[in-house]
Structures are given as structure tokens and as C-alpha cells.
């Protein structure tokens, strides 16, 4: 749920913003092939940027993780 006066995170932003070579791949692959879902499913499951890199370029970016209070979280 976006927050008020906040921009949320886009899909493949991190990404496209580095210029990952894989995501780089992936763009050039036609959506839904046979290629696409390969290239796809590394990015899914083996990843070649660590979430500490994805964290701190967030940061950098000016992106602020956040959740709700345990009091307010709604299920």
C-alpha cells in the first residue's frame, strides 16, 4: 500500500539503474519467450548483485524501507 506523499519502489529499478548485463539481457529478449523466462529465472534465483548492494543503492537513492507498528499491522 503506497504511503502518502511517497514514491514506491518500481520493479527493476535497481536493475535497470546499474545497468545489471543481465537485466540488460532481458531487455533485449522478447516478453514471454523461451529466452525471456531463462534470463528471467536467474534473475529469480541467482542474482549476481547482494541485497546489501540493492539496500545501500536504495538508501542512496533516498528509498526508505518501512512496515507497520506491530499495534497497527493489519492481517
Not at 543481465?22 to 542474482?47: F, H, M, P, T
Request: glycine share 4%; with cysteine; net charge positive.
Amino acid at each position: 500500500m503506497p504511503i502518502n506523499g511517497y514514491t514506491d519502489y518500481k520493479r527493476r529499478e535497481f536493475c535497470k539503474d546499474i545497468k545489471c548485463p543481465v537485466q540488460l539481457k532481458l531487455d533485449s529478449a522478447k516478453e514471454g519467450s523461451e529466452e525471456y523466462e531463462e534470463i528471467r529465472n536467474k534473475c529469480k534465483n541467482a542474482c549476481i548483485y547482494t541485497t546489501y548492494q540493492f539496500h545501500h543503492w536504495l538508501i542512496n537513492k533516498g528509498y526508505e524501507i518501512v512496515r507497520p507498528d506491530k499495534a497497527d499491522k493489519r492481517e
